[in-house]
T-cell receptor, first 107, second 115 residues
């Protein structure tokens, strides 16, 4: 079975500081990985997916198969980045989520 | 595009009653929808996969007779919590699979409180 691990429940940084939200996965096949974000009182929305290799809102994530990781990074955090971030893996016809990391960006 | 709605956004009911939650894909057709449950400060847990025109696939530990899922059209899936009890109180979220992709679009969720 697939598993997604986000070791940090809370990550608190100051505005302008670099951010890295960690995500590790376990999956027997070739993984399809996603990052979802949930802003306060809003629905879950797709931030980025590893297949597209995009940079959304300054965030990037690189799939490292050797380390089975898909960490989310941003060089300069903004206050509006404060939200709940979920790493997710699509496999065996379903999406499995990590427990989420709350990012708090202080001024 | 790719908007998913849920109705109602919140519902309070008495123990023993049944509650129906609707999930609609507003601007696209979805042959597959998913139902999740989210506990406070916890992650989303997949309850079941809803396939249009066929029976839902439930995850291990989810009672089929308690959580009835119907996906009668390409834009609507319903979740009925039967004989609800206080432990069923939770935040229920649906998502719809868009086109031939593996991208899910999520509804805003339904807060169920069983008294």
């Amino acid at each position: 079975a697939q598993r997604v691990t986000q070791p940090e429940k809370l990550l608190s940084v100051f505005k302008g500081a670099p951010v890295e939200l960690k995500c590790n996965y376990s999956y027997s096949g070739s993984p399809e990985l996603f990052w979802y974000v949930q802003y306060s009182r809003q629905r879950l929305q797709l931030l980025l997916r590893h297949i597209s290799r995009e940079s959304i809102k300054g965030f990037t994530a690189d799939l490292n198969k050797g380390e089975t990781s898909f960490h989310l990074k941003k060089p300069f955090a903004q206050e509006e980045d404060s939200a709940m971030y979920y790493c997710a893996l699509w496999g065996f016809q379903k999406l499995v989520f990590g427990t989420g990391t709350r990012l708090l960006v202080s001024p | 595009g790719a908007v998913v709605s849920q109705h109602p956004s919140r519902v309070i009911c008495k123990s023993g009653t049944s509650v129906k939650i609707e999930c609609r894909s507003l601007d696209f057709q979805a042959t597959t929808m998913f139902w999740y449950r989210q506990f406070p400060k916890k992650s989303l847990m997949l309850m079941a996969t809803s396939n249009e025109g066929s029976k839902a696939t439930y995850e291990q530990g989810v009672e089929k007779d308690k959580f009835l899922i119907n996906h009668a059209s390409l834009t609507l899936s319903t979740l009925t919590v039967t004989s609800a009890h206080p432990e069923d109180s939770s935040f229920y979220i649906c998502s719809a699979l868009w086109g031939g992709t593996d991208t899910q679009y999520f509804g805003p969720g339904t807060r169920l409180t069983v008294l």
